[in-house]
């Protein structure tokens, strides 16, 4: 299989504590992103990546967020001091081109549960 | 800033029924309109696109034509099939960088 691809697929974890999700784009795609889904709620921007530069930051992500893309391939986003808000799915896509066509492809998704 | 504004749901259809998801959208240029779909325990995928005014995106049956006078860009469907169950995002694109989502409508074929 040659999608996006992002694991771990389900995190329980207690409030307090890292968590590190990590996502690997479809292998030729120079931009990925990171969004965040809610029940009930479309997915929310928080980041993206061309190549390996970070280009914009949602203010959805708190000092406690960090993204990075270090070779421009795959990508890790982590969470400080997790918070029971922080429970939500995790999606990773990723897309060929800039200015693009608006074709993102997207992970299953990795879900987080703060306990 | 930019937003998207989809028809509640869930929408619930017998199968071969009309469908009509509604979505507007508020946007300082002239962005790209998208509807994704999610199928149970699947990631999102690219269901349609429009680029410009007046046009139409198509797939599977299914077509979205892009109102700039509305600031509309609804989904539509002749005749639904059970396998048409899914989630559906309306979604805008400006300046070729992120797509905003709408929140989502469910929608439930039934046979």
């Known amino acids: 299989d040659t999608g996006v691809s992002q694991d771990p697929r389900h995190k329980i974890t207690k409030r307090g504590q890292n968590v590190t999700f990590r996502c690997d784009p479809i292998s030729e795609h120079n931009r990925l992103y990171w969004y965040r889904q809610t029940l009930g709620q479309g997915p929310e921007f928080l980041t993206y990546?061309?190549?390996?530069?970070?280009?914009?930051k949602s203010r959805l992500l708190s000092d406690r967020f960090s993204a990075e893309r270090p070779k421009g391939s795959f990508s890790t986003l982590e969470i400080q001091r997790t918070e029971q808000g922080d429970s939500a799915m995790y999606l990773c896509?990723?897309?060929?081109?800039?200015?693009?066509?608006?074709?993102?492809?997207f992970g299953e998704g990795s879900r987080l549960t703060v306990l | 800033g930019d937003s998207v504004t989809q028809m509640e749901g869930p929408v619930t259809l017998s199968e071969e029924a009309f469908l009509t998801i509604n979505c507007t959208y508020t946007?300082?240029?002239?962005?790209?309109l998208f509807w994704y779909v999610q199928y149970p325990g699947e990631g999102l995928q690219l269901l349609l696109k429009?680029?410009?005014?007046?046009d139409k995106g198509s797939n599977k049956g299914f077509e979205a034509t892009y109102r700039k006078e509305t600031t509309s860009f609804h989904l539509e469907k002749g005749s639904v099939q059970v396998s048409d169950s899914a989630v559906y995002f309306c979604a805008l694109m400006e300046y070729g960088n992120k797509l905003v989502f709408g929140a989502g409508t469910i929608l439930r074929v039934k046979s």
């Open positions: 990546f061309q190549n390996e530069a970070q280009l914009e």
């Open positions: 946007a300082t240029g002239y962005p790209s």
């Open positions: 896509a990723s897309s060929s081109r800039a200015g693009g066509s608006g074709e993102l492809f």
């Open positions: 429009a680029t410009k005014a007046d």
